[in-house]
């Protein structure tokens, strides 16, 4: 390590640097808040929370605010940087931002000059290693720099809109909403670290310079048409990654040689075993950053899946497992490892440790399960296609077997094998469009928060019904004046309701109407953003127009049956905790006026019994009729009283907590039944799994109970009578009457019937079932020759890259999938093809191997023997066999030596002629 490397005035832990960072605002007016949720609530635009700002997007445009200085150390997840983690020191998919804003009210100089105080007093680096840039239009920021810090100016680099403006390229790119220019400070690693050129600035990638901080001017609102209008006051967002601060506190030149990651990185190794001498420490980091953004995401509530934030999990486990060239589950016991390093700042991982590491240990198997099942496919498409696989091919791999497309990319990479991408792309998106005219999706509505920015800020009322006053009317993505008959519009009036539900938890909004003389609108739904409740509503009758006065009724029926839909939600979650375990956490839920449907985690499937189980527990609880109570107090409080929060939630000081007897305990704001006995009945008419190690449970109550017991009934009894009526055609009609008499007349089976089953029906049903044994073998037979067919273009290849050793023909090769019996048969096949020759053909099936060796009778009446080459070379295979000079074969456990075992002969059959 060059000298330069240890140019550090105090080794610092993590846990110091993010400690004094806070501190150093909090004594400058800043109000430490804490980390927002990875999956950010109420933004739908984002996927995951990705920088500091992202939970002040609302105080940057003025609104909601509390305090006008913050601080905060943000969990950030961006999947940009993806194919950079590892390769580089310092790129990440989690990592921890630490940040101080400003909401309206200091601006650069502030911002500037403490950040300078931080690195140089609070940090103790030395000047001469601090380099900064400013935008190329910000003279402000430059000669801040320049005259007040004191930087002299060829330490200060101008760079344009992509480096330092943010978000990046916003004003020609988007996106909409909050930006500004920006300025870096930026680390300087010393000469001996980077390219060595004597001008080396912070332009330069060599990776002698690490931008460390970025202090963002958020001065702008991005407007639909690209114009920057200048928000109501100036902002200040600033952002240093924790990592690499750490990195330079700690004197080591990768962030994953910091106390963040050093111990993880470790345990990777430790994990890995042998393996690890065969990958790249490169790769040791990999798997260390994405296990770590996994669990953090987990923890948060995101489960592994094929829908985006999920998507991301999955694709992060997978690309460790593959990483790491192992075989089986093993990426699950890091996890405890990051929980010991992360916990005391995030008990969220703490917590859920047991829980994270059970998902990623299912999802590994799940991918494991997948590779083995697709990979011989891929390999048989492979042997048989020239070199290329079409899209139809590659769409089979990715959707029948669920082969990732980056694992089909690697291994055609590695087998130097061409895609036809086009091809699967087009083959995708004709998928996409049949799936999407499937689901019922044109109605759906995406609730937009930021469309509603600039609605007034309506009065309250708890009258119902209400008089008031449309105020504000959204349709499509565009305030308008009016609306008519068959439109679907989002409205706040002023005063609104305080009595409607807004869509929170779980819980569906409230609906209800709206009426005027000649004209009304259902109100289907009822969001909240802002302080403003927003009703989504769809005209029925007449028009409606901005300013115009109604009557808002809310729907109470619709509410009650909702509410004993959540009151039994809480009572289903108190007892699967009893019957399953304290494991179980809500994951999920939807509570709506018919039904509930609960999402936990848990691992296994449900048994009948234990369902009959909580199902029973929740009806006696109803049956206890207890009061249900709900009381507001502070989340200190509820949470000693060992109140359940909700998975991947986060909630303000003060909660509202529902009491069920001693039962349930759990923060809720959402709508419940008085007592427990006004539920009246509770049952479970689904169980099935959503995730890894997330199943879900889907229930009725009340009347909605006996509406499904009918229904089901109903279905039950159509499917006898069906089964009746085929029962009957079969009969002979002389049976029918026995069976009636048993089936109607409740009569004990007499003689008569048992020796007409014992004479007629048993000879019948033997028969069938011979037939059906017989059609069974018919099938198998097929479906071998279909196997055989699909392996006789490899077959046909062999045979014409056979090779002559002496004067012997000799054809080897090896198949996939084909058992003994069948590999019997592929080299009957090649020896018919070849006339006179060697014929050895090895096979991997589930994990097994085999050998077969045919010789033609020529030549084995010359002296070379099947059984003794089979002898010689079923050793390399780990197993053993034999047979006679022209037919031999073997087993064994180690498919892995195939291809030695081929060698093997080849060199005794050299060695013979
Ligand atoms: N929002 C800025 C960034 O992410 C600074 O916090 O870089």
Redesign the pocket.
């Known amino acids: 390590m060059s000298p330069e490397y240890t140019f550090i005035y105090e080794i610092m832990t993590s846990a110091e640097i993010r400690k004094r960072f806070l501190e150093f605002f909090e004594n400058r007016g800043h109000t430490v808040v804490q980390s927002d949720l990875l999956v950010p609530k109420n933004d739908p635009t984002l996927l995951f929370t ?4 992202n939970q002040f997007k609302e105080q940057f445009m003025g609104k909601n605010i509390r305090f006008k200085r913050a601080a905060s150390c943000q969990k950030c997840l961006r999947t940009g940087d993806l194919e950079n983690v590892g390769k580089t020191p310092r790129h990440h998919t989690f990592f921890e ?1 630490l ?1 101080n804003f400003s909401f309206g009210d200091y601006f650069k100089k502030e911002a500037i000059s403490w950040g300078w105080e931080f690195m140089t007093k609070e940090m103790g680096l030395a000047e001469e290693r601090l380099w900064v840039s400013v935008y190329e239009d910000d003279d402000e920021s430059y000669d801040i720099w320049l005259r007040d810090i004191g930087v002299p100016g060829r330490k200060i680099i101008k760079f344009g809109a992509h480096d330092n403006f ?1 978000p990046a390229d916003a004003p020609t790119m988007g996106p909409n909403g909050p930006c500004g220019p ?1 300025s870096e400070i930026f680390y300087d690693w010393g000469e001996g670290a980077g390219c060595g050129k004597k001008d080396c600035n912070p332009a330069c990638d060599c990776g002698r310079f690490v931008e460390v901080w ?1 202090l ?1 001017f958020t001065q702008f609102d991005r407007r639909a048409d690209g114009r920057l209008d200048p928000l109501p006051s100036k902002n200040i ?3 240093m990654g924790m990592e690499r601060i750490a990195s330079v506190m700690q004197g080591v030149k990768t962030n994953f040689e910091t106390d963040l990651f050093e111990p993880i990185v470790e345990q990777v190794k430790k994990e890995l075993g042998d393996e690890a001498e065969k990958i790249r420490i490169t790769d040791m980091y990999l798997i260390a950053d994405h296990i770590r953004a996994a669990t953090f995401a987990i923890a948060d509530g995101v489960s592994p899946s094929n829908e985006k934030r999920g998507y991301v999990v999955r694709k992060l486990i997978r690309r460790s497992y593959l990483r790491s060239g192992r075989k089986g589950p093993f990426l699950y016991n890091i996890v405890p490892k990051i929980a010991d390093v992360m916990k005391n700042v995030y008990p969220e991982v703490g917590e859920k440790r047991e829980h994270v590491s059970a998902i990623i240990e299912e999802e590994e198997k799940r991918f494991d399960d997948t590779l083995t099942a697709a990979m011989p496919v891929m390999d048989s498409m492979v042997s048989e296609g020239a070199g290329k696989l079409e899209g139809e091919q590659i769409f089979k791999l990715v959707d029948t077997y669920g082969l990732p497309m980056d694992v089909i990319e690697e291994e055609a990479e590695k087998r130097k094998i061409e895609l036809d991408a086009g091809g699967f792309e087009r083959r995708m998106a004709r998928r996409k469009e049949q799936s999407r005219k499937g689901s019922d999706i044109s109605r759906e509505f995406i609730f937009q928060p930021g469309h509603f920015d600039n609605a007034p800020k309506p009065s309250y009322s708890d009258e119902v019904p209400l008089e008031t006053v449309l105020e504000f009317i959204l349709k499509g993505d565009l305030p308008v004046d009016e609306i008519a008959r068959g439109d679907c519009a989002e409205v706040i009036t002023s005063p609104q309701s305080g009595r409607l539900y807004a869509e929170a938890g779980g819980q569906v909004g409230d609906t209800g109407s709206m009426v005027k003389e000649g004209a009304r609108m259902d109100i289907l739904n009822t969001f909240e953003t802002g302080g403003r409740k927003v009703l989504q509503v769809l005209v029925t009758e007449g028009s409606f127009g901005r300013g115009d006065r109604v009557t808002l009724d809310l729907d109470p029926e619709r509410k009650k049956r909702t509410a004993k839909n959540h009151t039994a939600t809480h009572l289903l979650q108190a007892a699967l905790r009893r019957v399953l375990g304290q494991h179980v956490r809500q994951s999920g839920s939807l509570v709506d006026d018919k039904r509930l449907r609960f999402d936990f985690t848990h691992m296994k499937k449900l048994s009948d019994r234990e369902i009959i189980k909580v199902e029973n527990m929740v009806n006696a609880w109803i049956g206890d009729c207890i009061d249900v109570c709900k009381e507001t107090k502070a989340i200190q409080e509820a949470k000693g009283e060992g109140a359940l929060s909700f998975f991947g939630e986060k909630y303000g000081d003060t909660v509202r907590v529902v009491t069920i007897g001693d039962h349930s305990k759990e923060l809720c704001g959402g709508t419940h039944v008085v007592n427990t006995g006004d539920i009246k009945l509770f049952k479970i008419t689904a169980e099935s799994s959503v995730a890894s190690g997330i199943r879900r449970i889907e229930a009725v109550t009340g009347d909605n109970v006996h509406k499904w017991l009918k229904e089901t009934l109903q279905g039950m009894l159509d499917g006898l009578k069906i089964a009746a009526g085929n029962l009957q055609n079969v009969l002979e009609p002389e049976m029918k009457r026995h069976v009636f008499d048993i089936v109607g007349g409740g009569k004990d089976i007499d003689a008569g019937v048992l020796r007409d089953f014992e004479e007629r029906i048993r000879p019948a049903l033997m028969e069938a079932k011979k037939k059906l044994e017989r059609d069974a073998k018919k099938i198998r037979k097929e479906e071998e020759s279909g196997a055989l067919d699909d392996a006789r273009p490899s077959m046909d290849r062999f045979a014409e890259e056979s090779i002559t050793i002496g004067d012997v023909n000799f054809v080897s090769g090896i198949l996939r999938g084909l058992g003994m019996p069948l590999l019997r048969k592929a080299a009957g096949y090649l020896e018919k093809k070849i006339g006179s020759g060697v014929i050895i053909l090895g096979s991997r099936e589930e994990g097994k191997a085999y050998l077969i060796c045919a010789v033609t009778s020529d030549l084995a009446s010359k002296g070379v023997d099947a059984g003794d080459l089979i002898n010689r070379i079923s050793g390399k295979i780990g197993g053993s066999g034999g047979g006679n000079p022209t037919f031999a074969q073997a087993g064994g456990k180690n498919p892995e030596g195939l291809q030695a075992a081929l060698e093997g002969a080849k060199d005794i059959l050299g060695s013979i002629s």
């Not at 990705?50 to 700002?53: N, V």
């Open positions: 990705s920088a500091g700002m931002m940040g943010w920006c970025n963002v967002d600033t952002g």
